[in-house]
């Protein structure tokens, strides 16, 4: 009997019921990280599901893929626990790339007591040589202020990490500076975190802050609705929204929540993510944009986030640059559709604006309903176009046909087990701009 035939290849569904795309264990590994935040619930997928088969992807491929891609998840698309993952499974093979890999994925002092953490979850147990290693050389990189500033009183500490990788001083400040960290004795850093928790002043924290430069971009956005309410001058905070100071770390959706935060602040952060748009590489040619606004994107990031994929979607199509036309697609107020089409269209065109204009005609362009991308395709590929880009969790329920365009780009900004766009797309994960950067490196290169 042979066996060796098509119809004794499984068929792959995505959980809205189109056929799905078989592909290798490096992709697969791909999909489940990129778009992961640890342990957090998506609309098909619970979190420990998603995390058992991070597990089995990362030991379908070799070493190298899991090395690099653990670098690329932390360094590249800016995401902290999901690499830690990765890691976890090169620590369980062993072999000298292990410690390279810890180091060139730790960036911030806290995800070395993170990492043992995790590496501790089923049990207390041994660290490897090489974890020690890649551990040591990393503890040895931060500075005081670096290591103090995430000095916290978690089950595992940074002095833990200290102790248990060896971690060895190079020279008599470092010597000092290891003492401090045992004894718990680092200067408290000038933070906002500790300021305002030794009973500090808000406005006067906020205000000294901001003047100093010593509030990163991200804790701008998140603290808008704490300086506004605390009386912190309006032109100051503007002047820090639209410096930008630090801005290529934050990831577009961040705008959407700080301008959800403190609505009275929306142009000027508006300004700011536009000045972003203005400044990243215009896409040659004629793009077209397809955004998924199914009810399946309308979900929380995570448990204490209020943004959803829908919003990432939205944030990432409004910062494209170039000749754009843009449409959202679901299966808009079609109540039947997965029998009785009747040619109804799936397509809306919104305005294609940049920035929170953009986001938010986007997202209120039609209702949430199915995930019509197969139709969608479809009616794209009508359109006369020189690049088509979908934003979408890939979970269609109509089959997806070929795109037309030699430039396609499917980028996913979900976790889910199967997907579509792959063959004639070229795929992409994950809901930073480092996907927008992959665009134009990747037709750079052609």
């Known amino acids: 009997m042979r066996l060796n035939t098509a119809q004794n290849i499984p ?3 995505t959980y809205e019921g189109s056929p799905a795309k078989h592909i290798n264990a490096k992709q697969a590994l791909r999909r489940s990280i990129l778009s992961c935040l640890l342990w957090e619930k998506e609309f098909y997928e619970d979190g420990q599901s998603i995390v058992e088969r991070i597990t089995k992807n990362a030991a379908d491929c070799d070493a190298e893929t899991v090395a690099a891609l653990a670098i690329e998840a932390r360094r590249v698309h800016g995401l902290r626990h999901a690499p830690l993952m990765l890691l976890l499974d090169l620590i369980r093979r062993g072999g000298p790339g292990v410690a390279d890999a810890i180091d060139g994925t730790i960036k911030r002092a806290d995800e070395m007591a993170e990492l043992v953490a995790i590496y501790w979850r089923d049990g207390r147990k041994p ?10 050389r990393a503890f040895a990189r931060f500075d005081e202020y670096a290591l103090a500033k995430y000095d916290r ?3 595992v500490k940074l002095r833990d990490v200290m102790f248990l990788s060896h971690a ?4 008599h400040e ?15 850093p000038d933070t906002w975190e500790v300021n305002l928790s030794g009973g500090g002043d808000k406005r006067e924290t906020f205000t000294r802050l901001l003047s100093e430069g010593k509030l990163g971009y991200l804790a701008v956005l998140r603290n808008l609705r704490n300086m506004v309410d605390s009386g912190v001058d309006m032109d100051t905070i503007k002047s820090a929204i639209l410096a930008r100071k630090g801005a290529d770390l934050v990831f577009p959706f961040r705008y959407v929540a700080a301008a959800r935060a403190v609505p009275q602040l929306e142009p000027t952060i508006d300004k700011a993510l536009c000045e972003a748009v203005a400044s990243g590489t215009k896409l040659e040619g004629k793009t077209i944009v397809l ?3 199914s009810g399946s ?11 959803t994929r829908m919003d990432a979607a939205a944030a990432l199509a409004s910062v494209l640059n170039g000749d754009v036309r843009m449409f959202s697609f679901a299966s808009g107020n079609i109540r039947y559709w997965s029998d009785r089409w009747n040619g109804q269209r799936i397509l809306v065109e919104v305005p294609p604006r940049t920035g929170m204009a953009g986001i938010d005609a986007i997202i209120g362009s039609q209702s949430h309903g199915g995930t019509m991308l197969g139709q969608a395709v479809k009616e794209a590929n009508e359109i006369a176009h020189d690049r088509l880009i979908v934003i979408t969790d890939e979970q269609s329920h109509d089959p997806v046909p070929d795109p037309i365009a030699k430039r396609a780009y499917m980028i996913n900004v979900a976790s889910n087990k199967n997907g579509v766009g792959y063959g004639r797309w070229t795929h992409i994960d994950g809901f930073s701009e480092a996907v927008i950067r992959f665009i134009v490196e990747n037709e750079n290169n052609e």
């Open 11 to 13: 068929k792959l569904y």
């Open 127 to 136: 660290l490897s040589k090489q974890m020690k290693v890649g551990l040591a």
């Open 153 to 155: 009183d978690g089950p």
């Open 168 to 171: 060895k001083p190079k020279g």
């Open 174 to 188: 470092q010597e000092a500076l290891f003492k401090r960290v045992a004894n718990r004795e680092l200067a408290v």
């Open 291 to 293: 955004v998924d606004v």
């Open 297 to 307: 994107m309308d979900v929380p990031l995570s448990a204490k986030s209020d943004l």
